[in-house]
């Protein structure tokens, strides 16, 4: 099986920024895509940024030019850095990796459990 932590949420004022990170781990054979997804009370759950396996990326509108996604290939870790934090940016962020394991000849999502990211005064 494979696991996905996320970490690096928290309590920010507008205009702040934070880094997330996301770690996989368990039978990992190869990870395609990455990315950041994110879910605000009573809104459905909605694309922020991705990042593939050669380092394409795509963003989201309302987060290009302040967020930028990478990507640790050698530690199966994705990062999303925020700056220029909005009250509109809090939502709990979500990790998805598509990932193959050694038992499968095809991939699949695999999710973090989130963590909350409160952009306030």
């Known amino acids: 099986q494979v696991q996905l932590v996320e970490s690096g949420g928290g309590l920010v004022q507008p205009g702040g920024s934070l880094r997330l990170s996301c770690a996989a781990s368990g039978s990992i054979f190869r990870i395609n895509r990455m990315g950041w997804y994110r879910q605000a009370p009573g809104l459905e759950r909605e694309l922020v940024a991705t990042?593939?396996?050669?380092?394409?990326?795509n963003y989201a509108d309302s987060v290009k030019g302040r967020f930028t996604i990478s990507r640790d290939y050698a530690k199966n870790m994705v990062y999303l850095q925020m700056n220029s934090l909005k009250p509109e940016d809090t939502a709990v962020y979500y990790c998805k990796m598509v990932v193959q394991t050694p038992e499968l000849s095809y991939a699949m999502d695999y999710w973090g459990k989130g963590t909350l990211v409160t952009v306030s005064s």
């Open positions: 990042i593939t396996s050669i380092g394409s990326t």
